[in-house]
């Protein structure tokens, strides 16, 4: 039988993952605001230690209401109108109403001191009070996104009532392909429980590691030499990825910590090459076109003249200490590949479930995503940037997982790629292009799937009895 068109293929997995209604789109993307603002630029005017410590203290609230809102959207509730304003709206609203009053509180002296014994003391006020309205128009791309999300989120809530939308958000079809929809609802509540935990609780991972480290820094044993403040670094990073690690068993439970024994046995040596290839072609792509053009202008220009460019002029490597970073994405790969991913495509079908893999790794990074410095626009485009790559990414290393039985070589292939990511490895005028890499992950993910793809009816539960290279004639990609 021959298949649809592509562009068929494509318009049928774009529909595939929209939502059934479009506001569930609005609690989703306003959730997404207001949890990630705490980690925005807000007022940078502060007075002294009690502003600082009251808006870190008023953030956390602005945390608790974005993982609210995640909950509603994924997982069944009562009384959805209720709950959505007890546990976002009204927490968004105490934030954003909170922090003016706090800054006001730690300004009330300028606000309300005269200016000079010529003025009088209603028209300094006022002038004062006009100011301070001034800079609560301007306390940063963080209150902006917090406002953002609560009306978006207000939004959604006055159609609910109105039976124009529902909770919790459900896609617009069935699942594509011939996998058939066999995961019970309880089963798929704890999958949904697991993505809100790894989503909106994660940023209690951080709670362990900055306990540590003021520890540490109060009792000035980080201080005292370089070297003590760079091991005191790496301790603080080990007591955070192995918070990170219990939190991900406990989330799992005990049935994903069992099953999560098969998924550490010992690939084929093709299969860890293939993942440290991929990462490597991405990110030496443009470093080694700019030595190419540099060899042929030498060539032309300066044969005999001057000594020869080397690859080393454009290339830079990370240091030993890269190899640390095997831990932390063998622990996210725990979640993603070894525990999500089977789970998402029994139920979404392969192209799918790989794709809301990817959405949810890039949502787990919101949490330790710090803009700081950037507008409303730059944040923007940076989320968007965010997800597209894990999106992109994650069908390499579905692939490698599925055909490897393993998720060591993801974890392989996903440490090389923040290892090359952590260092300039371009020295080109161009410097590294983070495009080029995304590109050639792209690419690599098309064509694994093209050339080899996994059986539907085994992907499933990720056990493969074939080889790609006999890989049946029968079995087609949904990319």
């Known amino acids: 039988m021959l298949r649809p068109p592509f562009y068929k293929r494509a318009g049928k997995f774009v529909w595939g993952i929209l939502p059934r209604e479009p506001a569930h789109a609005l609690l989703f993307l306003g959730a997404v605001c207001i949890f990630i603002s705490p980690e925005l630029r ?50 968004t609203f105490v934030g954003l109403a909170g922090i003016p009053a706090v800054a006001l509180l730690c300004f009330r002296n300028v606000i309300f ?59 617009l079809t069935s699942p594509a392909g011939p996998i058939p929809d066999e995961v019970s609802e309880p089963e798929h509540r704890r999958t949904m429980a697991f993505v809100w935990m790894m989503v909106g609780l994660i940023f209690l991972t951080n709670l362990p590691g900055e306990i540590y480290w003021r520890i540490l820094r109060s009792t000035g044993w980080a201080g005292h030499h370089p070297s003590s403040s760079l091991w005191a670094g790496y301790l603080s990073d080990l007591v955070f990825q192995a918070s990170l690690l219990a939190f991900i068993l406990s989330a799992i439970g005990a049935d994903g910590r069992q099953m999560l024994r098969s998924k ?8 860890l090459g293939l993942a440290a290839a991929i990462p490597l072609a ?36 990370p240091g030993i200490a890269a190899v640390w970073l095997f831990v932390p994405a063998l622990i996210e790969e725990i979640a993603w590949r070894g525990y999500l991913q089977p789970r998402f495509i029994r139920r979404y079908g392969l ?43 994650s069908y390499a ?12 070589p993801a974890a392989v292939a996903h440490a090389t790629f923040n290892a090359l990511l952590a260092v300039d490895t371009s020295k080109f005028d161009r410097h590294y292009d983070w495009w080029v890499t995304i590109a050639v992950w792209l690419v690599a993910g098309y064509l694994l799937f093209h050339l080899f793809p996994p059986p539907r009816d085994e992907a499933v539960d990720e056990v493969v009895s074939v080889r790609p290279e006999t890989a049946p004639e029968a079995a087609t990609s949904e990319l």
């Not at 890039?362 to 485009?381: C, E, I, N, R, Y």
């Not at 290393?397 to 060591?408: D, Q």
């Open 264 to 271: 550490f046995r010992l690939p084929r040596a093709k299969y």
């Open 42 to 91: 807000w007022w940078d005017k502060t007075p002294g230690l009690v502003w600082y410590h009251a808006l870190r203290l008023m953030l956390y609230i602005f945390f608790v209401a974005g993982a609210g809102g995640y909950y509603l959207c994924f997982l069944p509730t009562q009384r959805p109108v209720r709950r959505l304003i007890e546990c976002v709206l009204l927490p």
């Open 113 to 171: 001191a005269p200016q000079s014994a010529e003025t009088s003391v209603l028209a300094t006020g006022s002038s004062n009070v006009h100011a301070f309205l001034d800079a609560i128009r301007n306390f940063g791309t963080g209150y902006e996104f917090a406002a953002l999300g609560f009306a978006f989120v207000l939004w959604f809530t006055i159609q609910l009532p109105f039976g124009r939308t529902t909770l919790p958000a459900r896609l």
């Open 351 to 393: 192209a799918r479930g790989v794709f809301f893999v990817g959405v949810v790794w890039g949502a787990f990074h919101f949490a330790w995503d710090s803009h700081w410095q950037a507008s409303l626009p730059t944040v923007m485009k940076s989320v968007q940037t965010r997800v597209l790559g894990t999106v992109i990414l």
């Open 282 to 317: 991405g990110a030496l792509a443009l470093p080694v076109l700019g030595y190419m053009q540099a060899r042929l202008q030498w060539r032309q220009c300066c044969w005999g003249q001057s000594p020869p460019p080397t690859i080393g002029d454009f290339v830079s490597w």
């Open 397 to 408: 290393l579905a692939w490698l997982t599925i055909w490897s039985k393993s998720i060591l």
